[in-house]
């Protein structure tokens, strides 16, 4: 909490503007100060703090008109002179200038110990009407006890986020308390303390603004005529204006000039109504990292997805080519997925509800060897690349997405002990956040995959279920094994694994003899009926097209064909029906595993024939 001060029994009017600012002392005082310098406060504002939303502005309860609100046109709110904006653009004088330009301290670490230094000053220090009213202590996760910290466990900040900052930061802080020490002022430099420096770069994270964005300059010279900063950006904390808190969505014009920092409105703010400022579109990941705070249905959260992996061999050249390549990164926000009930139309592409360079990514990464030459051969950029690759990202996507929601239930501590103190329920609404982002995207995949591929993809589970006996065959007969010399002798695998033999069975089954008419699966007709035309519509994919290229097989191949193709005359011998048409030799195999490794996803435990 910041210092307090008590309310004086008479609130002092400014000489000049014969006003109010505030009944609290010290951001009269602190609105006093800006005025002096040439900043502005409208007279239609009044400073104030409570329990509930600290120092902040509102609008003066006798403004308003019979409409009860005020404003025509933009209002500028709060102007702060170029003059007071704290920041390294104006060093303290008896701050060391080798400190300051030394290259090994990041512009990070040099701000905060910048800022330090006049925590420690106190009302030694030219901005001390602003400096005694920052916090002294705040609810981001960096001062969450070791219980608090266990409602954020299975969410990122929990999973080591939180971890790393505090490494960073005091690997920032130590650096720059033994250069401090190098200095000659060893004595002074254990004045510097970690819960200082702690504070230091909270109160930037929490407050600051980028100099660049506000229009400061960013190369700053020392009195030995040495730029400390050299265009970098660098955080800048402006007083009056930042005691506006964070509301989305607000309407806010943010307007720099060389000789002041300005907030304006273009609404019309009613009486008595807090008035804010809109620090971005920012997630509640963000908002508690940084500022200690989260906001229940944050209309502009999300949730931060890293991605590392990277396509290798021939998809790695693919990916190269890719446009979508330049748009890479590998940390991406996911925001909330529309409601799918109010969704009408045609299913929508992946990449309205992802981002387009991790979809695209996502399309390398899952590519089999067939998919890759076509992207070889023909456009490297076809979007999508198959029907079999676009339902492999959906269902990829599905499972990792899953993986997250299983996490963040699994600790979720809300459900078993409610929160009972603000950084608990802050926690809770972050968590909360997360996983309706995290649901949100299952229910969209669920319905892109119920939409797009209804008809389209046919799961082995399925299959099985709607052929009984073909399941009650197959678990009779052991399928042939082949012997493989090992490091310790010979071993024993299975020739083909269970999950292919079932689709090969089906192809065949399915495909030979397309005039037959009893031939579908119960269940599947559609499919069926859709992947036989494609094969016989596509030149070079039916039996027929297949066995003029390829009459004669190696003979190691051959060996392998000709087991799998007896194996499967010997379950489909003695069946009433039969579940095949015709006898099947080992070039119908070749054909029909070919089929399978191109057609095929496997996600998880399940394996998926694709159109």
Not at 449 to 459: F, K, P
Request: aromatic share 10%; net charge negative; glycine share 6%.
């Amino acid at each position: 909490m910041s210092e307090q001060a008590p309310a004086s029994k008479k609130a002092r009017l400014d000489p000049e503007a014969s006003r109010q600012y505030s009944e609290h002392q010290y951001l009269r005082e602190l609105a006093e100060w800006v005025i002096r310098a040439g900043g502005y406060i409208s007279d239609k504002l009044e400073l104030y703090k409570d329990e509930k939303n600290g120092f902040s502005a509102r609008i003066a309860s006798g403004d308003a008109g019979e409409s009860g609100s005020i404003g025509e046109g933009p209002l500028t709110l709060v102007s702060c002179p170029t003059s007071l904006v704290f920041s390294l653009a104006s060093p303290s004088p008896s701050f060391p200038s080798s400190f300051l330009e030394c290259p090994s301290l990041s512009t990070h670490a040099k701000a905060c110990f910048h800022l330090s230094q006049h925590l420690l000053l106190k009302e030694r220090g030219q901005f001390w009407p602003y400096i005694r009213l920052l916090p002294e202590t705040f609810d981001t996760p960096l001062y969450f006890s070791d219980d608090e910290m266990e409602r954020l466990a299975g969410t990122n900040l929990g999973a080591g986020d939180v971890a790393l900052r505090k490494h960073l930061w005091m690997e920032e802080w130590e650096a720059g308390r033994k250069l401090l020490g190098e200095d000659g002022n060893a004595e002074s430099a254990r004045d510097y303390t970690w819960e200082l420096y702690l504070r230091a770069a909270t109160i930037y994270t929490s407050r600051s603004f980028p100099s660049k964005l506000v229009g400061i300059g960013a190369t700053i010279f020392t009195d030995k005529n040495s730029s400390i900063l050299d265009g970098a950006d660098f955080p800048v904390l402006i007083p009056l204006v930042d005691l506006l808190n964070h509301k989305p969505n607000t309407k806010i014009i943010w307007e720099p000039t060389s000789t002041s920092f300005s907030l304006r409105t273009p609404e019309n703010l009613v009486a008595g109504s807090q008035v804010f400022n809109n620090y971005g579109p920012k997630g509640n990941e963000e908002l508690l990292m940084g500022y200690g705070f989260a906001i229940p249905e944050n209309p502009t959260d999300s949730l931060a997805m890293k991605f590392t992996i990277s396509p290798r061999g021939q998809a790695a050249e693919i990916w190269e080519q890719r446009k979508l390549k330049q748009a890479w990164k590998e940390v991406f926000h996911l925001t909330k997925s529309a409601d799918v009930d109010q969704e009408k139309g045609p299913t929508p592409a992946l990449e309205e509800d992802w981002p387009e360079a991790f979809i695209d990514l996502f399309r390398i990464l899952v590519a089999n060897e067939s998919e890759i030459d076509d992207l070889e051969n023909g456009d490297p950029n076809a979007t999508p690349v198959s029907i079999r690759n676009e339902l492999a990202v959906a269902l990829g996507l599905k499972a990792a997405i899953n993986q997250k929601l299983v996490s963040l239930r699994n600790y979720d501590l809300s459900m078993t002990s409610p929160a009972t103190s603000y950084r608990e329920r802050i926690a809770d609404i972050y968590r909360k956040g997360q996983e309706d982002i995290v649901v949100s995207k299952i229910k969209k995949l669920n319905s892109f995959l119920e939409s797009y591929a209804r008809d389209s993809v046919l799961g082995l589970s399925q299959y099985l279920e709607d052929n009984a006996d073909l399941a009650q065959r197959l678990d009779r007969c052991p399928i042939p094994v082949e012997e493989i010399e090992g490091e310790d002798g010979p071993f024993y695998e299975e020739i083909v694994a269970k999950q292919e033999l079932v689709f090969i069975i089906a192809l065949l089954r399915e495909s030979l003899n397309i005039e037959r008419t009893d031939n579908h699966s119960s269940g599947s007709q559609t499919f069926w009926n859709a992947f036989v035309s494609a094969l016989y519509n596509t030149p070079g994919m039916s039996f027929d097209d297949f066995a003029k290229l390829n009459d004669i097989l190696d003979d190691e191949s051959e060996g392998i064909y000709g087991a799998i193709a007896d194996y499967c005359n010997s379950v489909d011998e003695g069946h009433t029906q039969g579940f095949i048409s015709q006898e099947v030799n080992s070039l119908h195999i070749s054909w029909a595993w070919g089929l399978v490794r191109t057609k095929c996803i496997s996600i998880g435990e399940e394996t998926f024939l694709t159109l």
